[in-house]
C-alpha cells in the first residue's frame, strides 16, 4: 500500500470515528447528497427504460414488429389482398430472430347506436393470432371467437370506444363496413369482449373481429354454385352456374361435359338401358349424376369449384309403345366442392421479433430475401414514427438528469474536500517538512474524495435499488393511464446501465477534483507548522 493511499484511509476512519471537526457535517452532507443523486440516477434510468419497453410492447403487440403487405397499398386502414399460400408462410418463424408469424386484414368501419356513431378500423385476426397480448389487455368479458359457428359475430371493442358509445360486453352493435364511397353494408356484431392499452393509436382506432367477416365483405375470392331446377319431363333438371366476389368477370367450366356458360343449361338424368325393369319391358334407368363447375375471372383470382350430386327419389313407370320408361318425379340434390376461396387471402402478414432492438436489420433480411416480387415489409418504426421519436426524446430528459446530479455531486465534493483541506492544514505542513511533493499530498485527498464518493455511491445504489425493486413488487405509485399509457410506475433494473453510472460518476468526480486539490500547493511548510 503506498503512502497516499495509507494517509487517506487513516483521515477516512478518523472522520467516520468522529474525531475530525466541523469537517464531519461537511462530509455526511456530501455523502447524503451523494446518494440522493445516485438513487435518483438509477430510477430516473430505469423508470425511463420501463416506460420505453412497456410502451414499445404495447405497439408492437397491437401492430407487431414488421408487417408484409401489397406493395399497392397506400391506406394503413385497408388491406389489399394477398395469396395466404406463400413460400414464406408460415416457415418465417424458423428463422433466427422471428418468433411468430401471423396472418390479418384491417377494413374501416362505422360503429353505429341508437344515439351515437363512432369510426373504427377493424382488425381481422385468423387462428393462428398471438392472443397473449390483447388476454393481458383485456378488461372484461373474451376474445373473439376465431372459426366458431357457435359465435359468429364477435367483436372485441376498445374500452374507449365503450365509454363513448356506452355498450358493454353482450351488447349487439351495428358496424358499417367501408368497401369505398359507394358500397357501406351494415353487420351485425356482439361485444365480447373489451381492451385497454392506452395507447391513443390503438385504442381510439382498432376494434377486433374474426377475419373471416372481412375476408367474405372485402370478396377477395371466389364463390361458385350451381342451381338446381325442378324435374322436367320426368328425366331432365335445369341447372345454373352461379359466382360471386372476384372481379366479377367470370368464365365458368363443366369439367366431364360439353356445356358451357353458365347457362341455364337442360341435362338428362339418365342416360343407359337396363333389361329388369318392372313389366320385363326395356328403358332406361335413373343414376346419380353429378356435375362440377369451377369458376375463375379475369383477375387471376385462385378459382372455386361447386360440386351436386342429383339423386331420384320418387319414381314411376310409365308403359309405351316401346317398352316400360321410368319417371322421375323428385330429386334429392346433395352439394359439395371447396366452399369458395375466400379464406385463401389476407390483408398481409405480421412478424412477431424475439428482440425489438433487431427491428430495422430484420426488416431488411425479410425484405431483401423472403419476399416475392409485389410485396413489401414495412417496419413498426416506420408506421408510428411519432411514437419512436418521442421515445427517443425521453433519452434526451435522462442525460440531463445525470447530468445535473453529477453536477450536484461535484459541487457537494468540492466544498467537502476544501474543508477537509483546510482542516488537514498542519498535516500538510508536517508532510511537506518531511520531503512528501505537492504530488503526493493531492493524491491523498484526490484518494480520501474517492472513499467518500465509493460510499456515497454504494448507499445510492442500495436506496435507489431498494425503492425500485418495492415499485415492480407492490405497484405503490399510480397513474392515469389515459395520460401517461401505463397504470403504474414501470421500471426495468438492468446491471449494465447500474454499473456504466456508478463509473461514470466516480471517475466524473475525481476529476473535477483535480482542480480543487490544488490548493495544497498554496500552503507554505512554516506557516502551516506555526499554526498547528
Not at 461 to 475: K, T, Y
Not at 494 to 505: K, Y
Request: charged share 20%.
Amino acid at each position: 500500500m503506498g503512502l497516499a493511499h495509507f494517509i487517506a484511509r487513516r483521515i477516512v476512519r478518523g472522520s467516520s470515528s468522529g474525531s475530525t471537526g466541523f469537517s464531519r457535517p461537511i462530509v455526511l452532507i456530501a455523502v447524503l447528497g451523494i446518494v440522493v443523486g445516485m438513487a435518483v440516477m438509477i430510477l430516473t434510468v430505469g423508470i425511463t427504460r420501463g416506460f420505453q419497453r412497456e410502451v414499445r410492447a404495447k405497439v408492437t403487440g397491437a401492430a407487431a414488429h414488421l408487417q408484409i403487405a401489397a406493395i399497392g397499398q397506400t391506406d394503413p386502414k385497408e388491406t389489399l389482398r394477398i395469396p395466404i399460400q406463400q413460400s414464406f408462410y408460415p416457415s418465417l418463424d424458423t428463422v433466427p430472430g422471428i418468433a411468430h408469424i401471423q396472418v390479418y386484414a384491417t377494413r374501416p368501419g362505422i360503429i353505429e347506436t341508437e344515439n351515437d356513431i363512432e369510426g373504427v378500423v377493424l382488425k381481422g385476426i385468423g387462428a393462428d393470432y398471438d392472443t397473449r397480448f390483447l388476454r393481458k389487455h383485456l378488461r372484461s368479458g373474451d376474445l373473439p371467437a376465431i372459426g366458431d359457428s357457435l359465435r359468429p359475430i364477435d367483436l372485441l371493442l376498445s374500452q374507449h370506444h365503450a365509454d363513448r358509445l356506452r355498450i358493454g360486453v353482450d351488447d349487439t352493435i351495428t358496424t358499417y363496413l367501408v368497401r369505398n364511397r359507394e358500397d357501406i353494408r351494415p353487420r351485425r356484431f356482439r361485444v365480447c369482449g373489451v381492451y385497454q392499452t392506452g395507447l391513443e393509436q390503438i385504442d381510439h382506432n382498432l376494434a377486433f373481429v374474426d377475419i373471416d367477416h372481412l375476408q367474405r365483405f372485402a370478396q377477395w375470392g371466389l364463390k361458385a354454385e350451381i342451381g338446381v331446377g325442378e324435374v322436367e319431363y320426368g328425366r331432365y333438371v335445369t341447372i345454373e352456374g352461379r359466382a360471386f366476389g372476384g372481379d366479377r368477370i367470370y368464365t365458368f367450366e363443366w369439367p366431364g361435359t360439353d356445356l358451357e356458360g353458365p347457362g341455364p343449361h337442360r341435362v338428362q338424368l339418365y342416360d343407359r338401358h337396363v333389361p329388369d325393369l318392372p313389366h320385363g319391358a326395356l328403358g332406361k334407368a335413373p343414376r346419380d349424376t353429378v356435375f362440377t363447375l369451377v369458376v375463375s375471372d379475369g383477375d387471376n383470382t385462385i378459382p372455386d369449384t361447386a360440386i351436386v350430386r342429383i339423386t331420384p327419389e320418387s319414381l314411376s313407370y310409365m308403359i309405351g309403345s316401346l317398352g316400360t320408361d321410368v319417371v322421375v318425379n323428385s330429386i334429392k340434390v346433395e352439394r359439395g366442392g371447396t366452399g369458395g376461396t375466400y379464406d385463401r387471402y389476407c390483408g398481409g402478414f405480421e412478424v412477431l421479433l424475439d428482440r425489438f432492438e433487431d427491428v430495422m436489420a430484420m426488416d431488411d433480411l425479410v425484405y431483401s430475401r423472403y419476399l416475392p416480387p409485389g410485396l413489401r415489409s414495412l417496419s413498426v418504426r416506420d408506421r408510428f414514427p411519432e411514437i419512436f421519436a418521442w421515445l427517443e426524446l425521453l433519452d434526451k430528459n435522462v442525460l440531463v438528469i445525470i447530468v445535473l446530479m453529477v453536477i450536484v455531486a461535484i459541487i457537494n465534493m468540492t466544498s467537502a474536500l476544501l474543508i477537509i483541506i483546510l482542516e488537514r492544514t498542519p498535516m500538510i505542513g508536517t508532510l511537506k517538512a518531511l520531503g512528501a511533493t505537492n504530488g503526493t499530498i493531492r493524491r491523498i485527498f484526490l484518494i480520501d474524495a474517492a472513499y467518500i464518493l465509493g460510499a456515497g455511491i454504494l448507499l445510492g445504489d442500495g436506496l435507489g435499488i431498494a425503492l425500485a425493486m418495492a415499485q415492480q413488487r407492490f405497484g405503490l405509485v399510480k397513474l392515469p393511464v389515459e395520460t401517461y399509457y401505463v397504470e403504474t410506475v414501470v421500471i426495468d433494473l438492468d446491471l449494465l446501465p447500474i454499473v456504466a453510472l456508478n463509473l461514470g460518476t466516480l471517475l466524473v468526480c475525481v476529476l473535477a477534483l483535480v482542480v480543487p486539490s490544488m490548493l495544497v500547493t498554496r500552503i507554505a511548510p512554516a506557516k502551516a507548522i506555526r499554526f498547528a
